[in-house]
């Protein structure tokens, strides 16, 4: 069973950045993705990489604003906040290499760090 703890969350300003990671218990040799939910709404996909680091994927909202990495820990960067990334922001491990945007091919969660953004 692989357990993942996200770190990195709080509350920034509007155009600010804050930096989330996600340690796993164990090397993960799949792809991986930042997913998030905000009050009231659905889980939404952020991004994704695959298992080597060398293809990602992002939403379009977050397009240009945020980088997702790995080396032995999973990282999203995001800069030019907005208060519509207030989310709760969840790391994912999925059963596949290639980075993919579908929630069902995730088999591990974390719990979630809390990103706030005011105006």
């Known amino acids: 069973q692989v357990q993942l703890v996200e770190s990195g969350g709080g509350l920034v300003q509007a155009g600010g950045s804050l930096r989330l990671s996600c340690a796993a218990s164990t090397a993960i040799s799949n792809a991986m993705g930042w997913f998030r939910q905000a009050p009231g709404k659905e889980r939404e996909f952020v991004a994704a990489?695959?298992?080597?680091?060398g293809a990602t994927d992002y939403a379009d909202s977050v397009k240009g604003r945020f980088i997702i990495s790995r080396d032995n820990m999973l990282h999203l960067q995001m800069n030019k906040l907005k208060p519509e990334d207030t989310a709760l922001y969840y790391c994912?491990?999925?059963?596949?290499?290639?980075?993919?945007?579908?929630?069902?091919?995730?088999?591990?969660w974390g719990q979630g760090t809390q990103v706030t953004v005011s105006s």
């Open positions: 994912a491990a999925a059963r596949i290499t290639w980075a993919t945007r579908n929630q069902n091919a995730y088999d591990y």
């Open positions: 990489i695959s298992w080597s680091g």
